[in-house]
């Protein structure tokens, strides 16, 4: 395996990508018991359409996320009681763009990781497993329709975009799910579970050629399919209708303000252009900002107030969301105070002390297990080594920041989601 060595975070990672092409990745941590381990494939509620081996496919809207809950079933097996008897914590989900099994564990560390390699590559379904888990989801679904965190987002990605799937839910409708069958469940895991399209990643106090053996000798039998997920979306970057509008039992208004941007590139400037976003949500209405103090001292906004850069492939919003009484008035105050940035930049005190800021932030996040081992992963998807974002986050520049916030925050490119206290009806 590969040894990278990275001095300014005293880190070092074992790499590998075995003949498969199935990608390792062990971050070493040496003296911990916990030891975590991530096996992730890059297909999530996005890639629902493909080709494989030159036959086309376009499968049910939360397929994704319904194979997440059946590759814990295997014949005559309690997968999370397998692993709570090791004395290890399991768990997985669902995003747009990729899907993730975890464990984490202090003892029988490579007894769990065979598990989990186990679980995630030899599928098993029947049409009565699916049906069961059509009643399950379900429930989830009906459970998601009572969330004000999930149908703000969800209101929000459907006023803002025509095209790109994030505007569908990840979870799917009941109507999507029931058509679901065991065929379609093996086609889209043959798909989406290819080797090439996984990475493992390990941290902990664990052997990496052990690591590489066994996953060498778990994933041999994966099937490796020529395969073209759909990637390109034909989206137009204005907005159409700028508000949407619902009431839920809620105790104060929530809003969720997005403006749209350009997708993101690949590899390293893909992950510039996201620090430049990044920054951006700082310099307008970070904790630091003139903005977010002065809409603080009005009542405008509260502690549940942020924001920054939602990214999957093809899509990019900057977000800012909380609870506010006037959640317009928020939102006219980040355009102005947009215009006021672009008109007379951005302080040069002001951008370094914010950078150092957010670096640090991101450099005490590698302190958690978790954070490291998803972020390694989902960068990895991006085409891009996670352990050199310092080098990047430095470069950024202040001019670069300024013509973002100058393209992006601006009405054309606005949209508000808003969630407000039921009315009380008189009896």
């Given amino acids: 395996m590969e040894k990278r060595s990275y001095p300014r975070l005293d880190e070092e990672v074992f790499w590998d990508r075995l003949p498969n092409g199935l990608t390792l990745a062990v971050i070493p941590r ?6 975590m381990a991530y096996f992730v494939t890059g297909a999530g509620s996005l890639h629902r359409k493909f080709t494989m081996d030159g036959k086309a496919y376009c499968a049910p809207m939360g397929v994704a996320h ?3 809950h059946k590759l814990f079933d295997m014949p005559g097996r309690d997968i999370s009681a397998e692993f709570a008897a090791m004395g290890a914590s399991v768990n997985a989900f669902t995003s747009y763009d990729m899907t993730a099994y975890y464990f984490s564990c202090t003892d029988h560390f490579y007894p769990c990781l065979r598990l989990l390699l186990e679980m995630v ?18 429930q989830e679904i009906d459970m998601n329709e009572d969330s004000p965190e999930t149908k703000i987002f969800e209101d929000l990605a459907d006023r803002m975009y025509e ?3 994030v505007r569908e839910p990840i979870l799917g409708t009941r109507q999507t799910i029931a058509q679901i069958t065991p065929q379609v469940l093996y086609d889209c895991h043959r798909a989406g579970y290819r080797p090439e399209n996984m990475i493992l990643c390990v941290v902990g106090d664990a052997d990496p050629e052990e690591i590489r053996s066994l996953a060498a000798e778990m994933t041999a039998d994966m099937p490796c399919p020529q395969v073209v997920m759909e990637g390109q979306w034909d989206e137009p970057l204005l907005c159409g209708s700028g508000e949407s509008h619902r009431q839920m039992e809620v105790a104060r208004p929530m809003f969720q303000l997005g403006f749209k941007c350009n997708p993101l ?74 215009r006021h940035i672009v008109e007379t930049g951005i302080p040069e005190a002001d951008f370094l002390r914010m950078k150092r800021s957010t670096l640090g932030g991101r450099i005490r996040g590698l ?10 992963c989902a960068y990895h998807f991006s085409g891009f080594d996670y352990f050199r974002f310092p080098e990047i986050y ?34």
């Fill in 30 to 35: 040496r003296g911990f018991s916990r030891k």
């Fill in 66 to 68: 319904f194979l997440e």
């Fill in 121 to 138: 590559t030899k599928p098993y379904f029947t049409d009565e497993s699916v049906e069961k888990e059509q009643g399950i989801i379900g």
């Fill in 163 to 165: 095209v790109h799937p």
């Fill in 265 to 338: 590139e690949m590899g390293e400037r893909g992950i510039y252009q996201e620090f430049v976003g990044d920054l951006a949500a700082e310099v307008l209405f970070g904790e630091s900002s003139e903005l977010y103090l002065r809409l603080y001292e009005e009542g405008l906004i509260d502690p549940s107030f942020g924001g920054g850069l939602d990214t999957v492939p093809g899509m990019a919003m900057l977000t800012a969301s909380g609870d506010s009484d006037d959640p317009e008035a928020v939102r006219d105050a980040i355009l102005a105070q947009a």
């Fill in 367 to 376: 302190d958690s297990f978790d954070s490291v081992s998803f972020r390694i």
């Fill in 394 to 427: 430095e470069s950024v520049k202040a001019e670069d920041v300024q013509e973002f916030i100058r393209q992006v925050v601006v009405p054309q490119r606005c949209c508000l989601s808003v969630i407000e206290p039921k009315e009380e009806t008189e009896i």
